[in-house]
């Protein structure tokens, strides 16, 4: 992973909520709320929350006497979220890094993070200090994106892409948000950060879209990719995001769209 891979700035957290939140997001924001609520947490705490769309299915479903710490390493993203979020007493938004979290040991019930550790520099660290802030046999929920193979839409994308760069194609989806797939290695990782059992399950879901242009503006202008288009050339975004409407337009179809999404869903306890 590069360092500008991390970075979510400028119009991208609007672009990431308003395009990628819907086309892949939220039916695992749906599919994680549910599974943490079904631990009925007092005291939780996420993680590399993003645009909070994890947040806004969460918090609902917690008790009133819940207390919820909402997290993220990238200001603007938290920021875009908690404007998003309906006033909610229980909510703390902090802007902190997954690798040294500003609270005491045994602090959580649950920790959380939807598709955030792919983007951890050192998650070995991020592991380690999921387990010191929570309570004993607590427990840390996250998921991470399957192969990029697995996921239709992004693969679409990554290969549309190395035909309008042919000599220095942007790597970025196949790299960070679909480079940590390993569940041999997932399972390794947390083990030796102290988690004494660890589920994996793989979960299938669909994109979906009205037309193929929005999975091309939602990964190109609403992820880290439009930095690695605009490095490459900084007047092509539009022209490359109209090429990849196109390759996606080829083969899904002119109207409706929806592909293959796939993700391990993880459950450590303490």
């Given at each position: 992973m590069l360092e500008t891979d991390q970075v979510f700035a400028g119009s991208i957290p609007e672009n990431y909520d308003r395009y990628m939140v819907p086309l892949i997001f939220e039916p695992f924001a749906a599919d994680i709320s549910r599974r943490a609520a079904s631990l009925s947490p007092s005291a939780v705490l996420e993680t590399a929350a993003g645009t909070g769309v994890v947040t806004r299915a969460l918090a609902p479903k917690l008790s009133p006497n819940a207390s919820y710490v909402v997290t993220d390493f990238n200001q603007p993203m938290?920021?875009?979220?908690?404007?998003?979020?309906?006033?909610?007493?229980?909510i703390d938004w902090l802007q902190a890094d997954a690798l040294a979290l500003p609270f005491e040991d045994r602090t959580f019930d649950l920790v959380c993070c939807q598709f955030g550790a792919m983007f951890f520099p050192d998650r070995l660290?991020?592991?380690?200090?999921?387990?010191?802030?929570?309570?004993?046999?607590?427990?840390?929920?996250?998921?991470?994106?399957?192969?990029?193979?697995?996921n239709v839409f992004a693969d679409d994308v990554t290969n549309a892409l190395?035909?309008?760069?042919?000599?220095?194609?942007?790597?970025?989806?196949?790299?960070?948000?679909?480079?940590y797939h390993d569940t041999a290695l997932i399972r390794r990782e947390l083990e030796d950060a102290g988690f004494a059992q660890v589920a994996i399950e793989t979960r299938a879901e669909q994109s979906q879209a009205s037309s193929p242009r929005i999975p091309a503006v939602a990964y190109c202008q609403g992820t880290v990719l439009r930095t690695e288009i605009e490095a490459r050339d900084p007047g092509k975004l539009d022209?490359?995001?109209?090429?990849?409407?196109?390759?996606?337009?080829?083969?899904?179809?002119?109207?409706a769209v929806s592909a293959k999404i796939q993700a391990h869903v993880i459950m450590a306890t303490a």
């Open positions: 938290l920021d875009y979220a908690a404007s998003r979020q309906a006033a909610d007493s229980r660290s991020a592991y380690r200090e999921a387990k010191r802030v929570l309570k004993p046999e607590g427990h840390f929920l996250f998921n991470v994106w399957d192969r990029i193979e697995e190395a035909e309008v760069f042919p000599n220095d194609p942007p790597r970025f989806l196949a790299r960070t948000p679909h480079g022209a490359a995001t109209d090429y990849v409407a196109a390759a996606i337009a080829r083969r899904h179809g002119d109207g």
